[in-house]
T-cell receptor
Framework: DAKTTQPTSMDCAEGRAANLPCNHSTISGNEYVYWYRQIHSQGPQYIIHGLKNNETNEMASLIITEDRKSSTLILPHATLRDTAVYYCIVSSSGNTGKLIFGQGTTLQVKP | GAGVSQSPSNKVTEKGKDVELRCDPISGHTALYWYRQSLGQGLEFLIYFQGNSAPDKSGLPSDRFSAERTGGSVSTLTIQRTQQEDSAVYLC????????????FGPGTRLTVL
């Protein structure tokens, strides 16, 4: 599976949009982009995934560039409860679920 | 519905003792995974079970670690002769058959080896 690169940390003001970038320049055609987050002292939580089209659900939006080499997770109105480590993972649809978690981005939402 | 549950939530043991960690996956999920997370580190894959297939044990760090999944449901991770470097949070996840990458995690078991 392709590797991903994310900034180590980011800050965001409460109520503003949080935009978390991820680079995956070696992604291959059958690989999806997945986002998880881990709030302190909890297990990771699935957020969203996509292949090439932009996706939106009740938690977030995922914007994938046309060349699929990078993506951005958007939390439209960040709250203090969104403070967490956010992981961007690339995995193929045929993957057996052996997810490879990197170091992720620590998002700090500030009042 | 009920999520993934793990027990115990905390376990303190002495070096050299054996421990068993339990995971109850979401009902109907065909795949089950074990990960561990050492202090300040990312998640490390250990083992997964998928239906009736042989488990993928490629992430187990040593032969002191083993896991089983009985009846396609509950799983137990066993660590024999624990060492201090085994101290970590052990996380279990399960996923439905239609997307193994969409995993639902339990709260974890914090293991401390003295």
């Amino acid at each position: 599976d392709a590797k991903t690169t994310q900034p180590t940390s980011m800050d965001c003001a409460e109520g503003r949009a949080a935009n978390l970038p991820c680079n995956h320049s070696t992604i291959s055609g059958n690989e999806y982009v997945y986002w998880y987050r881990q709030i302190h002292s909890q297990g990771p939580q699935y957020i969203i995934h996509g292949l090439k089209n932009n996706e939106t659900n009740e938690m977030a939006s995922l914007i994938i560039t046309e060349d699929r080499k990078s993506s951005t997770l958007i939390l439209p109105h960040a709250t203090l409860r969104d403070t967490a480590v956010y992981y961007c993972i690339v995995s193929s649809s045929g993957n057996t679920g052996k997810l490879i978690f990197g170091q992720g981005t620590t998002l700090q939402v500030k009042p | 519905g009920a999520g993934v549950s793990q027990s115990p939530s905390n376990k303190v043991t002495e070096k050299g003792k054996d421990v068993e960690l339990r995971c109850d996956p979401i009902s109907g999920h065909t795949a089950l995974y074990w990960y561990r997370q050492s202090l300040g580190q990312g998640l490390e894959f250990l083992i997964y079970f998928q239906g009736n297939s042989a488990p993928d044990k490629s992430g187990l760090p040593s032969d002191r670690f083993s896991a089983e999944r009985t009846g396609g449901s509950v799983s137990t991770l066993t660590i024999q002769r624990t060492q201090q470097e085994d101290s970590a949070v052990y996380l279990c996840a399960s996923s439905p058959h239609y997307n193994y990458n969409e995993q639902f995690f339990g709260p974890g078991t914090r293991l401390t080896v003295l």
